[in-house]
C-alpha cells in the first residue's frame, strides 16, 4: 500500500506562488501515474494536473493551464505542483493520488486513483 504526504500548502495574496509536495512511501512509486486534485469548501474533488509514470507526459485542468506546472522526482519518490499566478478561486484543500494505470484515459476522474494523501490547505487572499 502507498502512502502519501502533501506539504507545502499555507496562505498566499493573489498574484503570489506556492509548490505543492506529495511524498510518497511504501510501494514503487515510478509504477504510479500522479495527480492533484482540489476541494473547495461545500463543493467536489476536482482534477487540478496529473502525471506519467515516467514525467514524460503531463495533464492539466483548464483553469490551471499556464499558471500551474506538475513535475516529478522518481528517485526521491516525490511529486511537485507549481503554483504561480494564483487566484483566490484556487482555494481549496490539494489532495495528491496515484494510480496504477499509466494512460490519459480516465486520468482526470477521481474514482480511477487508487490511493490518496490527506491533503494540504492551500488559501489565496484577495
Known amino acids: 500500500q502507498v502512502q502519501l504526504v502533501e506539504s507545502g500548502g499555507g496562505l498566499v495574496q493573489a498574484g503570489g506562488s506556492l509548490r505543492l509536495s506529495c511524498a510518497a512511501s511504501?510501494?514503487?512509486?515510478?509504477?504510479?501515474?500522479t495527480g492533484w486534485f482540489r476541494q473547495a469548501p461545500g463543493k467536489e474533488r476536482e482534477f487540478v494536473a496529473a502525471?506519467?509514470?515516467?514525467?514524460?507526459?503531463?495533464y492539466y485542468a483548464d483553469s490551471v493551464k499556464g499558471r500551474f506546472t506538475i513535475s516529478r522526482d522518481n528517485a526521491k519518490n516525490t511529486v511537485f505542483l507549481q503554483m504561480n499566478s494564483l487566484k483566490p478561486e484556487d482555494t481549496a484543500v490539494y489532495y495528491c493520488?496515484?494510480?496504477?494505470?499509466?494512460?490519459?484515459?480516465?486520468?482526470?476522474?477521481?474514482?480511477?486513483?487508487?490511493?490518496w494523501g490527506r491533503g494540504t490547505q492551500v488559501t489565496v487572499s484577495s
Open positions: 493520488g496515484v494510480r496504477r494505470i499509466d494512460r490519459s484515459l480516465g486520468i482526470d476522474n477521481v474514482a480511477n486513483y487508487d490511493y
Open positions: 511504501g510501494g514503487t512509486f515510478s509504477s504510479y501515474a
Open positions: 502525471v506519467s509514470r515516467g514525467g514524460g507526459s503531463t
